[in-house]
Nanobody
Framework: QEQLQESGGGLVQAGGSLRLSCAAS????????VGWFRQAPGKEREIVAA????????YYTDSVKGRFTISRENAENTAYLQMNSLKPEDTAIYFC???????????????WGQGTQVTVSS
């Protein structure tokens, strides 16, 4: 069964850090681009960052540039999102997704995790 499982969310104070993990099983992880998305209450799901299948190319939405880093370890079937200098506006459910190509659109990803809650207190 193809599955993505996020972990690493939690409650952190503003200025703190969290590292999210996305563990894949049942799919050829190294063949897929990975995207991290987030959805805050009452808002649409939005792209945060993405990485190509080989890890060479990355994308970041403007609001997280310089603070977040996306990476992957294909040998471990895992992708990561290192989040530093967190702000209250980063509070959301964070989802990882896998798709054939690195894209910023929700429709471009075929496989989704259940999400992990990130809460940043002021």
């Amino acid at each position: 069964q193809e599955q993505l499982q996020e972990s690493g969310g939690g409650l952190v104070q503003a200025g703190g850090s969290l590292r999210l993990s996305c563990a894949a099983s049942g799919l050829s992880f190294s063949h897929y681009a990975v995207g991290w998305f987030r959805q805050a209450p009452g808002k649409e799901r939005e792209i945060v960052a993405a990485v190509s299948s080989n890890g060479v190319s990355t994308y970041y939405t403007d609001s997280v540039k310089g603070r977040f880093t996306i990476s992957r370890e294909n040998a471990e079937n895992t992708a990561y999102l290192q989040m530093n200098s967190l702000k209250p506006e980063d509070t959301a459910i964070y989802f990882c997704a896998a798709g054939a190509w690195m894209t910023t659109t929700i429709q471009g990803y075929d496989h989704w995790g259940q999400g992990t809650q990130v809460t940043v207190s002021s």
